[in-house]
């Protein structure tokens, strides 16, 4: 079955970078894209971007974008987002979920389990 | 981007009823909606693709309906595990947005 794992929770600086992993499993990675979603303490959800699985084309939410880096490494079925220049606002947690599309439709099929990013002096 | 609006931002009811959570587009998007449901401290999931397909496995209590930019979720006969948060989604176009969640709660 379809599996995203991603890593672990992470508490960084104001001002530093995180890098948060997605692997996945039970598909061809190279076949299906990876949206970034994060979500603050109580609040909705917010899209962050989109990373094709297999030439690398990204596609971020105009708010992050320059902040904001989604990569693949399709050797090992894991993506990637880093986040640059953290600040308090970007304390969430953060979901990787597959893009599946059926005909012109897409929508997100899979979710990993999430990854809390602190950022707290 | 398109801004997607639901309502109520939170309801309150009982086991066996029916409720209906609304989401409007700001742009006409067709039928690129999606429903998902979230418990707490879980990832979002999946319930309704294409404004009115139902994802493998969801019950057949929930349906979803509407185009362009008017769209409805409807729960039937209220089970205790339907008491989540549920988002729409619009994917007309990449930058994938979210409507900001109606909270449902058992009254």
């Known amino acids: 079955q379809v599996q995203l794992v991603q890593s672990g929770a992470e508490v960084k600086k104001p001002g530093a970078s995180v890098k948060v992993s997605c692997r996945a499993s039970g598909y061809a990675f190279t076949q299906f894209g990876i949206n970034w979603v994060r979500q603050a303490r109580g609040q909705g959800l917010e899209w962050v971007g989109w990373v094709s699985g297999d030439n690398g084309s990204t596609y971020y939410a105009q708010r992050l974008q320059g902040r904001v880096a989604l990569t693949t490494d399709p050797s090992t079925n894991t993506a990637y987002m880093e986040l640059r220049s953290l600040t308090s606002d970007d304390t969430a947690v953060y979901f990787c979920a597959r893009l599946l599309r059926a005909g012109w439709i897409l929508y997100f099929d899979s979710w990993g389990q999430g990854t809390l990013v602190t950022v707290s002096s | 981007d398109i801004q997607m609006t639901q309502s109520p931002y939170s309801l309150s009811a009982s086991i066996g009823d029916s409720v209906t959570i609304t989401c409007r587009a700001g742009?006409?998007?067709?039928?690129?909606l999606n429903w998902y449901q979230q418990k707490p401290g879980k990832a979002p999931a999946l319930l309704i693709y294409a404004a009115s397909t139902l994802q493998s496995g969801v019950p057949s209590r929930f349906s979803g309906s509407g185009s362009g930019t008017d769209f409805t979720l409807t729960i039937s006969s209220l089970q205790a595990e339907d008491f989540a948060t549920y988002y729409c989604?619009?994917?007309?176009?990449?930058?994938?947005?979210f409507g900001q969640g109606t909270r449902l709660e058992i009254k």
């Open positions: 989604q619009q994917s007309y176009i990449t930058a994938y947005t």
């Open positions: 742009h006409n998007i067709g039928n690129y």
